[in-house]
């Protein structure tokens, strides 16, 4: 008895370690597939992890104040005090340049997100209940007809410039291409046996578009989400760089490659850093949406 | 068939509606009062009454649209602010600048694309077929202007072998025009030939998997007959779809370009009218390029209809 008492609690966590164990030699094992199979999924999550961490931590990693205007100092070459040079009125490009990346980030995930829970609800709502879709789809396909930038700049010029409002113009600018994905979904998971089963036990509405349909529409639109993020990261920084997106007091990539263009003959830094970064962001962001969709969403492969 | 055609063309009507709504709604939200920025800081108050009264201002919404429908079937998109002159006079004026970007993009795109995108999906998965994926990826990455940017620096700034900027009618110096158009054509270029390259290797992939392909090979034809004449020929329709789509695309894209390489297109118009805040003419242009678009998407649905004998309808 005695024995047994003070044993019991041994295995208990015997056992609690080698499940622990197991579950990290799984892990290891899906990461170590996913490895061989997508080795750029890795480059495209590192890439982004560097962005974020930049963005994150701005505050610790600024060598000068990315406002300061410095005349004197205008158009220097990179260097150790200022390693990405400074701008035609003195400022430190490398600080602009990372707090930059905040905008640029932020806009990019919260379009991302955003469109990605409207377009579920919209799709879900539309896919299903057919009077509904058709009214819904045209002012959709209407949306879709008017082409991003210049809806986007139209919007923006209505609300004003400011983040909020540019992240709400992209947002009404690509949801509708997101709730098209959905829809197309949710019209063939409707027909599907297991939903059909669902209906002849007898489950209401709400259970069989949230339980048995809505599941099988995330892959895709987790899929759509990095898509819709990586191309609001481009249009906002196009719509800054045409002075029609967030304020110009506030350094974002777009602004800075605008007021760089005047000055690229002499300081082709001041555009090429933030450009260059622009790139990476979007690269990043396109490369672990291409994975995730093979990983995911194998249907999806064929559209692009 | 003609049925098909019918029901398409009218399925597109309630969209066109759609579009003309949303723009026509927005800028009236945006709008102010043209009435005040027509007659100037100090008009009095009678005069933008008069002034109102004539655009016709001072009626219901409702019926500032249905005029506004009603003189868009006619052609007539109203008159700019600034300049008094109408909106589809100025957006004719700058359609050929556009018109001719657009040409060179797709010039520059489909030789290049088009092979790429075969001989990546005829070497499927192996260092080939990555290659051409990463540099696709790349130019589905690089931002336009940035783009635009680099090469004005390269090979304008440093190697001198275009101009910067600017633009040259074709009636003045055809030889400079063309000159003039290679920068900015490149650069937009880039996206559509990343693009087409990979919708041209996804749908080769799959004609490459077809049991036809494997006959002709079978039956000991060369591997350049078996990719063109028979895998080209059934991938050329959504191949089309790409470029009928990138066309549409291309006039909208191209406000970027132009504002970099500062050539006065459609793209700059709208711009410049939204720098002004000139309202008619921002809402004619959009809806008109939103027309194309619309257009296109049809033309491109009908040509599925007409070129592919195994859709029926």
Redesign the interface.
């Known amino acids: 008895m005695q024995e047994n008492k003070t044993q019991a609690p041994i295995r208990v966590a015997v056992e609690e370690r080698e499940a622990w164990s197991a579950r990290r030699k799984a892990i290891g094992k899906g990461l170590r597939r996913l490895w061989r199979r997508h080795p ?1 999924m890795f480059v495209g999550i590192f890439i982004m992890l560097c962005m974020a961490a930049m963005a994150i931590f701005a505050p610790l990693l600024f060598t000068a104040d990315p406002l300061k205007v410095d005349p004197p100092n205008r158009l220097l070459t990179p260097s150790a005090d200022h390693w990405f040079g400074t701008d035609f009125v003195g400022r430190d490009v490398w600080s602009r340049a990372i707090y930059g990346a905040r905008i640029s980030l932020a806009v990019g995930a919260a379009v991302g997100s955003i469109s990605a829970i409207l377009a579920a609800l919209i799709g879900l709502f539309a896919g299903y209940w057919r009077p509904f879709d058709n009214v819904i789809m ?2 959709m ?3 879709m ?7 986007a ?3 923006v ?2 609300v004003g410039g400011s983040i909020q409002n540019v992240i709400f113009a992209l947002t009404f600018v690509v949801t509708p291409r997101a709730v098209r994905v959905v829809r197309s979904q949710v019209l063939s998971l409707k027909e599907a046996v297991y939903v059909e089963a669902a209906r002849s036990i007898g489950a209401k509405m709400p259970r069989i578009v949230f339980i048995h349909i809505f599941p099988g529409t995330i892959a895709s639109v987790i899929v759509i989400a990095t898509i819709i993020g ?1 191309s609001a990261i ?1 249009v906002e ?2 719509l800054s ?4 997106g967030t304020p110009p007091e506030i350094p974002s990539w777009g602004t800075m ?1 605008a007021e760089g ?1 005047r000055t ?2 002499q300081a ?1 830094w001041v ?2 850093f933030p ?1 260059m970064f ?2 990476l962001t ?2 990043s962001v ?2 672990i949406g ?1 994975n995730l969709r093979d990983i995911l969403d194998p249907k999806l ?4 | 068939m003609q049925r098909y055609i019918l029901q398409r063309v009218l399925a597109s009507i309630p969209v066109l509606f759609v579009v003309v709504v949303i723009i026509f709604g927005l800028l009236h939200i945006a709008g102010g009062d043209p009435a005040a920025i027509i007659a100037g800081k100090d008009a009095p108050q009678w005069q933008i009454e008069a002034i109102r009264h004539e655009l016709g201002l001072d009626r219901p919404l409702y019926a500032q649209l249905g005029l506004y429908l009603k003189n868009l079937i006619k052609g007539d998109l109203g008159k700019s602010i600034n300049s008094k002159i109408p909106v589809i006079h100025l957006i004719k004026q700058r359609l050929v600048p556009t018109l001719s970007l657009a040409v060179m993009v797709e010039l520059l795109t489909l030789p290049i694309a088009i092979p790429l995108g075969v001989i990546a999906a005829w070497k499927a998965n192996t260092w080939i077929d990555r290659s051409i994926m990463v540099f696709a990826s790349l130019g589905f990455s690089v931002p336009v202007f940035f783009l635009g940017f680099i090469l004005i620096w390269v090979f304008a700034l440093q190697l001198s072998w275009f101009p910067a900027a600017g633009y040259v009618p074709p009636t003045e110096d055809v030889g400079r025009y063309l000159h003039r158009l290679v920068l900015p054509g490149l650069s937009t270029a880039i996206l559509f030939w990343a693009f087409l390259t990979r919708m041209t290797r996804a749908t080769m992939i799959e004609v490459l998997r077809e049991d036809y392909i494997r006959t002709a090979r079978s039956k000991g034809l060369g591997e350049r007959s078996v990719l063109v004449r028979h895998a080209l020929k059934n991938a050329a329709l959504p191949i089309a779809t790409v470029v009928g789509w990138g066309i549409a695309e291309l006039l909208a894209g191209l406000v970027v370009t132009e504002q970099v390489f500062a050539v006065p297109g459609v793209g700059r118009l709208i711009v410049d009218s939204i720098v002004r805040r000139d309202y008619p003419v921002i809402q004619g242009a959009m809806i008109l390029v939103s027309l194309v678009q619309v257009f296109m998407n049809l033309v491109v649905d009908l040509s599925y209809a007409l070129f592919d004998p195994r859709i029926k309808y």
């Not at chain 1, 760089?241 to 029609?244: D, I, K, M, R, V």
């Not at chain 1, 492969?301 to 692009?304: A, F």
């Open positions: 750029l045209r002012v396909d209407g949306i007809s008017i082409p991003d930038i210049l809806l700049i139209a919007l010029s209505i990586a481009v920084a196009v760089f045409l002075g029609a490659m263009r690229i003959s082709m555009v090429g450009g622009l790139t979007v690269l396109n490369i291409d492969r064929r559209s692009g």
